[in-house]
Nanobody
Framework: QVQLVESGGGSVQAGGSLRLSCVAS?????????MGWFRQAPGKEREGVAA????????YYIDSVKGRFIISHDNAKNTVYLQMNSLKPGDTAMYYC??????????????????WGQGTQVTVSS
């Protein structure tokens, strides 16, 4: 059974940084798979933020986080990270880790994702 557990959320002021972690069990991040981070703010639809093809190393970001967020993974720890810098109030949301059975993130954050974590809250104040 695949489980994804996120951590690292919290409250920060604008301009601050947070690093989210997602530990996977029953699923190997180093195998030919695609991992992603999504977010959902109150009253808004969930949106894909970043994705990572763990074998070929390609990364994908939505325009609003390019240059500020970095997705990475540690195969030894079976963990995916989202480093978030220069945070803005508009980044406030529940952040979810997701895993795909696809061989790569062929469609970036639009790649079908099959497994989801419970989420970790990020709040950015101005």
């Amino acid at each position: 059974q695949v489980q994804l557990v996120e951590s690292g959320g919290g409250s920060v002021q604008a301009g601050g940084s947070l690093r989210l972690s997602c530990v996977a069990s029953g699923y190997t991040t180093g195998s030919s798979q695609c991992m992603g981070w999504f977010r959902q703010a109150p009253g808004k639809e969930r949106e894909g933020v970043a994705a990572l093809s763990t074998i070929i190393g390609d990364t994908y970001y939505i325009d609003s986080v390019k240059g500020r967020f970095i997705i990475s993974h540690d195969n030894a720890k079976n963990t995916v990270y989202l480093q978030m810098n220069s945070l803005k109030p508009g980044d406030t949301a529940m952040y979810y880790c997701a895993a795909s059975r696809m061989g790569s993130c062929y469609s970036g954050v639009g790649t079908p994702f099959n497994y989801w974590g419970q989420g970790t809250q990020v709040t950015v104040s101005s």
